[in-house]
């Protein structure tokens, strides 16, 4: 395999100067180059990577950290940056953290280390310290999905307070009269804005209680949980809106172990839009984020700010829509008191 220094030799020319070439950081008459280009054809040289970073700083490479790919929202997510990423010819470092802060804090010291260009961080753990510190280090970061706001940073997300008003009222307009909430964890923002717009809707009707709010873990097991809780406490339930899909495909699992019909008796809505509540049966009506565009926005942004072109930061907000599927259509409301009160049903 050719070398570096077979190539300079071939071209007649020093090391420094085919690194130059191969990094484009510094001029090079235009003869030279094409000579040093020509020649790294025929001897066919491929630079590596990791060459090209030490002499250049840049390794081509972005990095995207999120905190569980088991979730199958975050890979659709992953799945996007890298194609964003390659468009420019850029390749992708991924860092699972499995919402583990010592990882976190373990993948940033190596992001230092090991010259990645930017970061895509989803993250419910990284501080606005761990933050300062890759600014100090000149790597533009983009945060996705998790904070609400930051304004020394770009950050895109889905407006998840209007999609769980929209689960929410969909299931008052189905006829639901005691509707619950399977909650995220308290410690995400996700969850947090997601409960807040449950809230703004269910607070104005007598049947509402805190009771009716149990927290899962974002996880199908959690779902599960905070079903059977929520029941033992309500037995007469007939509409849920879960904060993930992974969590109401839970429920859902859950409810018909208990000889529970869905839609039937009780309805049920998620919130996500990943691929698997196409596959549940029944079906599962979502709020849908638009999981891949999240991902290519947010590596679009990262790639505009290592090649200049934007310096602003500022908060991209990604609408949602309700996509109705058996999960609610077909629900049997038995009571006898739909009445319309701005709107809705009471």
């Not at 008003?165 to 909430?181: D, F, P, W």
């Not at 891949?292 to 942004?301: C, F, N, P, S, V």
Request: glycine share 6%.
């Amino acid at each position: 395999m050719p070398t570096i220094r077979d190539v300079a030799k071939a071209a007649g020319v020093s090391v420094a100067t085919v690194s130059r070439v191969i990094n484009k950081n510094e001029y090079v008459n235009k003869d030279t180059e094409q000579k040093v280009l020509k020649v790294m054809k025929e001897l066919d040289f491929k630079p590596s990577l990791v060459a090209r970073g030490l002499a250049g700083k840049k390794m081509n490479t972005i990095a995207l950290m999120l905190p569980d790919i088991s979730n199958p929202f975050f890979p659709e997510v992953a799945r996007a940056v890298e194609d964003v990423a390659q468009q420019y010819d850029h390749n992708l470092f991924l860092c699972n953290s499995d919402n583990l802060e010592h990882k976190e804090k373990s993948y940033l010291e190596i992001m230092k280390k090991k010259n990645i260009d930017g970061v895509i961080i989803i993250s419910n753990n990284i501080s606005s310290k761990d933050l300062e510190h890759l600014r100090e280090t000149k790597i533009p970061v983009v945060l996705l999905d998790r904070p609400a706001s930051h304004e020394n940073y770009s950050v895109v997300r889905a407006n998840n307070y209007k999609g769980a008003q929209l689960a929410t009222m969909h299931l008052l307009e189905i006829g639901c009269r005691k509707i619950a909430h399977i909650a995220g964890p308290k410690n995400l923002i996700t969850a947090k804005e997601r409960l807040k717009g449950y809230n703004s809707i269910t607070n104005e009707y007598p049947w509402f209680e805190q009771t009716l709010i149990a927290e899962g873990n974002f996880d199908v097991q959690g779902g599960k949980t905070a079903l059977k809780k929520l029941l033992a406490d309500h037995p007469d339930i007939d509409g849920i809106f879960a904060s993930n899909d992974l969590m109401a495909l839970g429920a859902l699992k859950e409810l018909k172990k208990m000889g529970k019909e869905v839609p039937q008796e009780v309805a049920i809505c998620g919130f996500d839009g990943i691929y698997l509540t196409e596959l549940s049966e029944p079906e599962l009506t979502t709020i849908q984020q638009p999981i891949y565009e999240l991902g290519a926005k947010a590596a679009e942004i990262l790639i505009k700010k290592l090649r200049g072109e934007l310096t602003e930061t500022k908060i991209y907000e990604l609408d949602v829509q309700l996509i109705k599927r058996e999960s609610t259509n077909g629900f049997q409301n038995s009571r006898q008191d739909n009445t319309i009160i701005k709107g809705v049903f009471r």
